[in-house]
């Protein structure tokens, strides 16, 4: 940093610096709407494509966003990334199953539509 003499000069360049900052520290601490944010991986697969039993056997291993992306891949998983999921977005249901499984970690096998399974992975919680 400078050295700045005048005192008026420290605090409009300590200003200038703090609102350059500012922005992201404010949004991380507040964001929008309430409750956390969540940063999550869905993977789905066809039930005629593989086993209800294998795919919830393979998404049990996943102990990261790194294993979801390797495992989603193996199995010709449809692989969708949400970021900054804000935790009113997200249904009920889907919210209360969430807040009991560990980060890195994926959701029981679920459907919401005939043929099709998936689970969340959640990445990070903010």
Known sequence: MPRVKSP?????????????????IVFAQTGSGSGPHY???????????ISRERFREETRAIRDCGDARDVGEALGADIK????VP???IP???KAVLKDVETGRATDVF????????????????
């Open 8 to 24: 008026i000069k420290a605090t409009a360049l300590l200003a200038a610096s703090f609102a350059m900052a500012a922005p992201g």
């Open 39 to 49: 940063h999550l991986v869905q993977l789905s697969v066809e039930s005629s494509e």
């Open 81 to 84: 990334k949400n970021r900054w």
């Open 87 to 89: 935790a009113w977005k």
């Open 92 to 94: 009920k249901r889907v």
């Open 111 to 126: 459907s919401n539509e005939p043929g099709i399974m998936r689970v969340l992975v959640i990445c990070h919680r903010y």
